[in-house]
């Protein structure tokens, strides 16, 4: 099993500054326009009408036990989401299922661009604006909002 990314523990100092940016921001972001937060069945279909629309595999989501300075985990070989708790945020799942779908596997400017894009699609409108603001912000690169519709 390939551990394709351990969110969070950046706040150990194991992952890059780019990643310690990203998770700043979406923390931020999630205090001041919280998204919804889905139970591991909702999240499943949520997350299968997403798979459906992009054209991609329905990804498997489930729990798993993880440290606490974790929430979610994306495998890619496995195509499924693992997160620590019951119930998780709309945003958490945009965030693994954006790591799925991305090439490349970091948390660099085509992820975040990435994760605009789904949460302006399965989210909101003004949640994308503003989640692609303060990334801007923050100083992390991301294509212009044009580029997420
Ligand atoms: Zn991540």
Not at 33 to 58: Q, S
Request: net charge negative.
């Amino acid at each position: 099993m390939v551990l394709e990314h351990n969110d969070r523990l950046v706040r150990v100092g194991v992952t890059s500054s780019e990643a310690s940016g990203t998770y700043a921001v979406e923390d931020a972001f999630e205090l001041e326009m919280p998204t919804r937060v889905l139970g591991l069945d909702e999240a499943g279909e949520w997350l299968m009408m997403i798979a459906d629309n992009e054209g991609v595999d329905h990804p498997v989501v489930s729990r798993m036990a993880m440290s606490r300075s974790l929430q979610g985990l994306a495998f890619v070989d496995e195509w499924c989401i693992s997160v620590r708790k019951k119930k998780m945020s709309q945003l958490l799942l945009v965030h693994e299922m954006a790591h799925l779908v991305t090439a490349n596997g970091g948390h660099g400017r085509e992820f975040r661009t990435q994760v605009v894009t789904f949460v302006r699609r399965y989210v909101s409108l003004a949640h994308a604006v503003r989640l692609h603001e303060m990334y801007v912000a923050a100083g992390l690169s991301v294509e212009p909002f044009a580029a997420t519709k």
